[in-house]
């Protein structure tokens, strides 16, 4: 079972692998705003950037994690990432990123439901797992407007060590 993965296209977005020329934005648009609500704080520099384009990479060729780019279509802008993290797990863990400028025009939605999709034809998975803090309401509209469904609560320490509430959602197979 090969990832075969190069390009997913929706209406409004291109989903592709990061590459290294994305990683001077993603330093950009990682963001304190962005990371609010997650574990990873924004990066402290392009290089650290670039090490976390490298290890995208080499997961995306072991086939254990799929790292991708959310682009606009049709102008090719950069609007964030999405991911599959444990593909060759039983269940998968989605998560994405916007860049603050892409807030609000229903494209994690649009590329949430086209990876989940993907996945689904790649694998036979159950469900797919949507891990999000408890405070983050958009992140849970955006999960529960997909079919995701409340299945866990736990909390973890987030990169300070700071404790954050986290509540699990599953998405099922449609």
Known sequence: MAFNFQVLETERLRLEPVGEEYSQIIWREFTPAVTRYMIPNPFASLAEAQVFVEACQQAFQRETDLELVILERSSGQFLGMISALGTKKRTPELGIWLKESA?????GSEALRALAAWLWDYAPYPYLLYPVAQANLPS???IEACGGRLDNTYTQADAQGQPLETWEYRLPRP
């Open 140 to 142: 849970r509209h955006l």
């Open 103 to 107: 807030w609000g025009h229903g494209y």
